[in-house]
């Protein structure tokens, strides 16, 4: 704060005609005095991670955004997503149910939060539904598996044109229709407007836009 | 010009300064047992300032900030750490996690118990896994009957736990007593459980040792939890071989109602598998259960559960005790009505109130001799509220209340004489358990309860204490605890004046899971005092006795994919001067040897689960009049092979079938014995059975809403 002051008192000394050139440059070293790591920063970094590492990294800014701006509907939300994402890339089940924990814990956070996209909301809350699935698919998968078909029609009620909802459930779809050794009949039509909208988002904006690549994995497969 | 210059200098000073004063705030971040913690969150309070740990759980955050500043470490499953750095501070800081409070309470003394569901370490197993286990033809006890504690009373079906009694294990559902947990069955025809296990959430088996929460059960208790949200809105029907089953949930946004009707008639399954009675009326029940749930926010929980069922059943019987045909006719009427509160308040309180109704009633025609009649009639209240919190990382306290409200009538008439008696009384008791986490490998709980029996004016206080200690995974065990129960109602409508029943507990054990295979090894030593005694016309409390084994159980899951198998063996010795015992004797149930093979094969590609189950129990003790003493004698050995196979027959359909005692082994459990002047020292023996050898069922559980797939719970 030391450099502040002295900004403050050195500002005083110079005529009042150009105190608005020196708040300028006040504001232009806030960056510099405050923290680099703003939702924007983090955001880039999620979409860039990839390793156990690197999303233990991402999630733990995120986690101290969420304390600093507890009301900030996307710091809850990329977390609860990092905290799924982690559960796929830790090995033992009692760290994947600390993830998929803290995931449920940030999500009901979401439920109460006004400006919250719900179909974003949703959307997630199936896809922590999935990962708790695959923590342990004989016995979660009989149990969770309306609950996560449920969230996803929300998310799409809510939103119809939601690219990750029409993925995610249309992989779902798939996946069931495998175990019976079938094949979900919608599956390539689902997929192909997905990827269309997937194709509009913006990539660079805070709000959601992750999920291309598990499309581009599925396709690949299929 | 000038000013440009001014603002350019100011700017780099103010750069300047920012590096000139950076100090970085260094150290090593532990966990409770010294290990470093990788990937620990560390940051300045109020800011997002912060760094992670590294592999060796050292980290260095540097900050521009002056002063003293609070530094703050998060790590999930850890309890938050904050400690005030001053600017003086240089040598690296040594910070040191505490598991957070979810952490501690999972760490359960666990001697004696099994959880069976949820998220235990000791074992996951679903309802699925209760139903598709080989030998338990979908019910709960019968699955319990294969885990180690638990002894084999083929003729009975009822739980019978480490040398005690099937009546001194009790069942609680959302912590409230069921009165009457098994469906009635004819003479020695096995009972079943009054309920789905897909019903339940959660199921713990304690097969002693267990909390002093729980009430007038001197071997064992088994918790049942239903669910606290159904999401889901679901429909299903249940078609068997024995009858028709159907019902399902509407889900709501903050609550759900549940419904299942049941109707099994085993009529028809007779005509094709007859058994050795003579069938008047064929046994029926039918039953009708609901249960509603309010999730007014995610802290809060109304359930209401209600539940009933009609029995009914008539046969022919002759025994060789008796001279006379009869015909023996059951009605019997069941209900139980359950509702519970649960709250979890910001500061950590978790509070619980229920009420439970149980009702029973009975008739029975020719119960003894013909034309007789014997009705009874049974009821319980139970009362119960309780509050739970976590004061600090060391101490736990849970301390309620609760009151039972007994009523017990009976009436026998035969030809010559009427007899009609009934009993009503009263227990209250208060319970507190404290859970202390002395260290991080050790913990204890002590927990005591007051009891006060209105029906003999005495009080009873029944203390416990549980340690556990955690040695690099291998969990050592101890338990000491007292429990009482009231005499049964028989007694008690003789003499009023009966002592509870008292039994003391004595329980080490080591247990240990890794990579999938669990091993666990119990000894156990019960001293049971105060029992109810009936020497020549005396009924008094001057009964006595012992029950003393081991118990051993490894499962694993790790052999080769999709296989399960798992292994349990008791061994009991027990023996009590108790009700018509007059001298110290092995009870008729109890069983030395106990010992179940199980296995699991789920084959992907066929869509089928497999099972197999052969359960072993050593012969039975018997009173031959023939010979010297009390239980002179002991029945053959007790085998069985049970087999199970599910099938996904379609996204929507599931098909279960099983068959016990596929070796057709004539099992004996005990012998009644006639004079006879032709038999062997004047008497005939006539081995006591079950009525059929088999027990064949087929069912298809057809789910018939949209949203869920081999769903069989319509809860």
Known sequence: MMFLIFNIYAIKSIKMKTIKCYFYAILFLIPFTVSAQDLSCVVGDIRKANTENEYVQVRNQLERLCIVNPKEWLAHYYLAYTDVQLSFRVASKEEKMKYINDAQTNLKKLSDMSEADMSEVYTLKGFRLYALIASDPQSNGPKYFGEITLSYEKALGVNPNNPRAIMLSALFKNDMAKFMNKSYENFNQDMEKAATLFAGESTTALTPSWGKEWLDRALINN | ?????????????????????????????????????????????????????????????????????????????????????????????????????????????????????????????????????????????????????????????????????????????????????????????????????????????????????????????????????????????????VGLAGGGTKAFSKSSVSMNLDYENLGPYNSVFPDNLDWIKPYQIFSGESQIRFNTDENTVYKTYVGYDRTSFAYHTNPLLENSLRDLNLKENNLYINSTFHRKTESGYKFFAGGAFSFKKQQISDAKVSGDSFRDKEWELHLKTKATKRFTNFLRLNVGVENFFRHYQMAYADSSSVHKSSINHSISALFATATLNITVNLSAELSSRAEYTSINSSWNYAPRLALSYNLNGVHFSGTVGKYSQLPENKYLLLNQGLSPENCIHYIGGIYHEKKNKVYRLEAYYKKY???????????????????????????????????????????????????????????????????????????????????????????????????????????????????????????????????????????????????????????????????????????????????????????
């Open chain 2, 1 to 241: 010009m000038r000013r440009i210059s001014t603002f350019i200098a100011l700017l780099l000073i103010g750069i300047v300064s920012v590096f000139a004063q950076q100090r970085a705030i260094e150290g090593k971040v532990l966990d409770e047992r010294s290990k470093p913690i990788e990937h620990a969150n560390i940051f300045i309070k109020g800011t997002t300032e912060g760094t992670s740990s590294d592999t060796e759980g050292h980290f260095s955050l540097v900050t521009n900030q002056r002063g003293d500043i609070v530094l703050c470490v998060l790590m999930l499953g850890y309890s938050e750490f904050t400690i005030t750095v001053s600017e003086k501070q240089s040598a690296p800081l040594l910070i040191k996690m505490r598991p957070d409070n979810v952490t501690l309470d999972d760490v359960v003394v666990v001697a004696g118990n099994f959880k069976l569901k949820g998220e235990s370490q000791w074992g996951g197993m679903s309802a699925v896994d209760i139903a598709t286990t080989a030998g338990s033809s979908g019910d709960l006890y019968r699955s319990l009957q294969t885990l180690p504690g638990a002894q084999m009373v083929g003729e009975s079906g009822k739980l019978y736990v480490r040398g005690g009694e099937s009546r001194e294990s009790q069942t609680y559902i959302d912590e409230m007593h069921v009165l009457s947990p098994y469906t009635t069955t004819g003479s020695n025809e096995p009972v079943r459980g009054r309920y789905s296990p897909f019903m339940f959430e959660g199921i713990n088996f304690s097969t002693g040792g267990y909390s002093s929460e729980y009430a007038q059960g001197l071997s064992s208790v088994l918790p049942l939890t239903t669910k606290d949200s159904s999401p889901i809105s679901k429909m299903g029907i249940n078609p068997s071989f």
């Open chain 2, 529 to 715: 005092t105060d029992l109810a005694l009936q020497n020549s016309d005396v009924l008094n409390s001057e009964g006595y006795g012992y029950s003393k084994g081991v118990d051993l159980f490894f499962n694993d899951r790790a052999l080769f994919k999709n296989f399960e198998y798992m292994l349990a063996y008791s061994f009991n010795l027990s023996k009590r001067k108790y009700q018509e015992y007059t001298e110290l004797a092995v009870p008729q149930f109890s069983t030395k040897h106990n010992a179940t093979f199980s296995l699991k094969y789920n084959i992907p590609s066929l869509k089928t689960i497999w099972g197999i189950t052969n359960r072993y129990a050593s012969g039975r003790p018997y009173y031959d009049p023939a010979k010297e003493g009390l239980m002179n004698s002991t029945t053959k050995c007790f085998n069985s092979l049970d087999m199970s196979l599910t099938y996904l027959a379609s996204k929507k359909v599931i098909i279960y079938a099983s068959a016990s005692n596929l070796l057709g082994r004539k099992n004996v459990y005990n012998y009644t014995f006639t004079k006879d002047t032709s038999g062997p020292g004047g008497y005939r023996g006539t081995p006591v059975s079950a009525s059929s050898d088999h027990f064949f069922y087929v069912g298809i559980f057809i789910t018939l809403s949209g949203k869920t797939a081999y769903d069989v719970s319509n809860f």
